[in-house]
């Protein structure tokens, strides 16, 4: 995994002074891919189960809120979707979701609506950061796409972020940077030059990129020091740097990120330790 920090020159002119609060606590959850039937699998995964696994290993009391990225329900149905909620609530934390190329958006948007708790948000404010969630998902297609309005309303988050002086997470399913395998170059988001060209004027405000999609840990930064971080999924991984599909043998797993008051954050990974995994292995594809 590689690293880069944000160029400190971007920050000199924001209210950047450590103020010694503690940092606010978010959980990114991705790719869950659960089924509406229980007892299905996905290349030999209940993803149910590993999902409910990473829920347990939550450190519930600490967690500010859970960003879940995607690729929620491998077979879109209400019933997943249901039961998905119905995992986190005993929680008793504030989550917000966004769709992936696996979902159906609209049907999310409904049941978000109809369970209430800013669950379909568009935008999460926690203290100093401004949480940015949007929907890449095109129906029928594995790659993804910001539509205009999307890029928009991206653009008018930002906006609000500069006029309150907000830290911003930018969380959306599909990778706008290329893979790190061959055969991811044609699934990640189609217009990503149009997504970095509205970051960049605000590249200040924003602390991170956040993804899912291609099932694997990476944290870099682009030419414009604008730092992309994507997340393992709570059910199977990718193998990085291989040219034809193939799984990895890493565990399901949850990203934790502190945000700072201060515009910093700090974030790391964490795998299941003891889960037995039946993945299959020779599965040409997902
Ligand atoms: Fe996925």
């Given at each position: 995994m590689t690293q880069a920090l944000y160029p400190q020159t971007d920050r000199q002119?924001?209210?950047?002074?450590?103020?010694g609060a503690p940092p606010h606590y978010v959980v990114q959850m991705t790719?869950?891919?659960?089924?509406?039937?229980?007892g299905r699998t996905l290349l030999g995964m209940d993803t149910v189960n590993s999902f409910q696994q990473v829920l347990s290993h939550?450190?519930?009391?600490?967690?500010d809120h859970i960003v879940l990225t995607g690729d929620l329900a491998q077979d879109a149905s209400a019933p997943a979707y249901e039961n998905l909620i119905a995992m986190l609530a005993p929680l008793g934390l504030p989550f917000t979701w966004l769709p992936g190329n696996h979902d159906n958006a609209n049907l999310m948007a409904e049941i978000a609506k109809a369970h209430g708790?800013?669950?379909?948000?568009r935008v999460v404010v926690i203290g100093r950061w401004r949480l940015i969630m949007l929907d890449t998902s095109v129906p029928a297609e594995v790659h993804g796409e910001l539509s205009d309005r999307e890029l928009a309303c991206l653009k008018a988050e930002l906006e609000q972020a500069e006029k309150q002086d907000q830290f911003c997470l930018v969380c959306l399913h599909h990778n706008p940077l290329p893979g790190?395998?061959?055969?991811m170059l044609e699934i990640g988001l189609k217009n990503a030059a149009a997504f970095q060209q509205v970051l960049q004027p605000f590249r200040h405000r924003i602390a991170a990129v956040l993804f899912g999609h291609i099932h694997q840990n990476i944290d870099r930064a682009d030419e414009d020091g604008i730092r992309y971080i994507c997340t393992p999924s709570t059910s199977i991984q990718f193998k990085p740097h291989v040219t034809d599909f193939e799984l990895d043998i890493l565990q399901p797993a949850y990203r934790w990120l502190e945000l700072y008051d201060d515009g910093r954050i700090e974030t790391g990974v964490c795998h299941l330790q003891n889960f037995e995994l039946t993945i299959d292995m020779s599965a040409p594809g997902y």
């Open positions: 002119n924001l209210d950047n002074s450590p103020s790719d869950p891919h659960l089924f509406g039937t229980p939550l450190p519930a009391d600490k967690i708790g800013g669950i379909g948000d790190t395998s061959e055969w």
